[in-house]
């Protein structure tokens, strides 16, 4: 009933830009907790960035300074803005969105992108 749509990866050239998105699409009441996380390969992943509804964000310390967390609650859509580009930053991103598909319930469902690759090399 809901889906995430993820868009905006590629390859860059390290100190490059990228700007990820993630829309939720279907039976959505409202959102609370948005984030991204990255896996590289042979790696775990890892938490990103994450903007509460109220929009307050947190960065894992090695992103801070250059992306950037941001939401459009009327579109139900997260974004990504990556700068300074690294060829560490290399990895699958994932978004990730807490989404009340009713005003009834306990807790938020838990949602996830299907993943977009993004690649930083010369």
């Known amino acids: 009933q809901v889906q995430l749509v993820e868009s905006g990866g590629g390859l860059v050239h390290p100190g490059g830009s990228l700007r990820l998105s993630c829309a939720a699409v279907?039976?959505?009441?409202?959102?609370?907790?948005m984030g991204w996380y990255r896996q590289a390969p042979g790696k775990q992943r890892e938490l990103v960035a994450t903007?509460?509804?109220?929009?307050?964000?947190n960065y894992v310390h090695s992103v801070k300074g250059r992306l950037t967390i941001s939401r459009d609650n009327a579109k139900n859509t997260v974004y990504l803005q990556m700068n300074s580009l690294k060829p560490e930053d290399t990895a699958v991103y994932y978004c990730?969105?807490?989404?009340?598909?009713?005003?009834?319930?306990?807790?938020?469902?838990?949602?996830w992108g299907q993943g977009i690759q993004v690649t930083v090399s010369s």
């Open positions: 990730n969105l807490e989404i009340w598909t009713s005003r009834v319930g306990i807790r938020p469902g838990d949602y």
């Open positions: 279907g039976s959505i009441f409202s959102i609370d907790g």
């Open positions: 903007i509460t509804s109220g929009g307050s964000t």
